[in-house]
């Protein structure tokens, strides 16, 4: 009996070290206080009483649509869109794990609690990934110590991470985990072949996710063959990532699009143009690698130019308009009224206008990393270093100019941070463990991001309604309780302000005439002529959009926060008239609820 009780604790002790030293459970750990984290600082509730934006929103409908018809090839939302439906980009690579989620919460709750929990837990297993990805990484280059440190990063780099939080299963973060990883693995390919294929994939499966990290990943790429032009150590695993990049999105196109639409090429998802350029490149690598191993520079920047000239011939010649990118042909309304108020065009010196704090806290890290890979590369001179430290540098530079690509910059430097720092040695009396403990602590973005919160708060009040700011215009008016209201009458078609088309779309039953998304740009038109357009005009527009009610955020549209955002509307316009109290004849106002909520609601009189 004694035996048996002394094998059963030596077994628990046994499991406890091992849970203690389970890279795992460290990560499950971070990801667990980044929720937390999440709502209680965010002063989020976790009974989800909001979206995480309008995207989320959006995609939320997808997955609807989805589980509801099992159509894979068919990504018609027909709640948005009043011409015709919206035809969306999103790839069911997303849409199927948030739709096995739900379906697997379904089995112990009500379907409402398991789409809930769907969102939340989705993208906390994409931050898991990613975590875990960057202690293996860190590790396997200076140790367990390394590991542990890109950890910590991780956990406290919120330009990197935001896109991970609870509620975000738009596809923004599947791109960003497959981008980040893919590089990281490109880097570790220059050195070990073998991690060119890994690196190849995960690209491609980024990619066919979406267009998000295009330019990166090109440009990147791109740099990867040319530093294997001068170093034949890394032609070998630049050669595969190409490769195994254009199989990747052949075997994705193939998957992801139907095939009597193999045909038909677009500018803002993966078709038959970017296979083309990828497949110029894969087959010049090919040939490379097999016959001119040995070749002196010339003789593979040569074939790679060549290569790349058919590539990008072909992509222009398949469709001219895609020089243009996919936003090119764009009415000017809507470029000044949608697409130049769109917060993750600006750039970072536009944001560091209302948030410096945020904007300083991302240029102080990547300050300090480059300076690190700087070093590491003038001391070392190899391909590894130089190119690491090229692709830091390049998506530093799109984070500063777009601040959509802000997590890709904040994150690819992280695991060469952490490995700089895992190395630091003694100091004097000072111990390494000391001495790299002091690092973490003074070079984590959220040190950057709250010294610089303190020293602005001296001198300014610009960061107290930072994020009243960022927010959106509507976001008052995106409680899901007070969208739900609408359930109750008839469903029809609803004119809207344009953010908040996503949200009727996924709280009720009605169809969103526009939303921000410029694939139903006839309808995002017509949208922005009536809401921006004269008082006197709107009765003929209204009667031939069709609609059924109109639905206006009862609260004063935001100022002008971003140098190059459009300011308050005028009161001239119909949706401040109506905003304000106005009347017009063929509306009739609409009560919902007991309580009075932040949404106008108007029915069109027929």
Known sequence: MQLSTLEARRTILSLLNGLKTSRWLWCLIAVVVVAVRYFSVENVPPTGSRFGDTDDALRLVQVRDFLMYGNWYDTTISQMGGGEALVSHGSRLIDLPVAWLISFFSLFTTYLVAELAAQVVWPLILLLMLARFFVWDAERRAGPDAGLIALILLLLCSTGIFQFNPGRIDHHNAQILSAVVGLLLTWRALGDAVFGWWAGAALAVGLVIGFEALPLVAASVGMACLFACFDKGAREGATRTVMTLCLGLIAGYAVAVSPQNWSNVVCDALSPNLLGLTAAGALASALLISRFRGAGPLVWVGIYAAAGTVGIALYLGAEPACVGGAFSGMEPIVKTHWLAGVVEGKTLWQLGQIKPSLAFGYLGVMALTLAVLGREAWLHRDTERLYIGAVVLLAGLYGFYYIKFMPYGALLGLVPLACWIARLPAMGATSASSVRIRAVLLCNQTLFILIASAVISLFSNVEA????????????????????????????????????????????????????????????????????????????????????????????????VLAGTPGRISESTFSEHMRRGGSLAGLSPVSIGETKGPLKIWRVVK
Not at 513 to 529: E, F, K, N, Q, V
Request: net charge positive.
């Open 465 to 560: 309604g930072a994020k009243k700011k960022l927010s959106s215009s509507v976001s008052v008016c995106s409680e899901k309780a007070d969208l739900a209201r609408l359930n109750t009458l008839t469903p029809g078609l609803i004119i809207s302000d344009i953010d908040l088309g996503p949200y009727i779309a996924a709280s009720s039953r009605h169809i969103a005439y526009a939303g921000p998304y410029h694939r139903i740009h006839d309808s995002l038109a017509d949208l922005l002529t009536l809401l921006h357009g004269p008082l006197s005009e709107a009765g003929a527009q209204l009667a031939a959009m069709k609609a059924d009610y109109v639905v206006l955020c009862g609260v004063e549209r935001k100022r002008k």
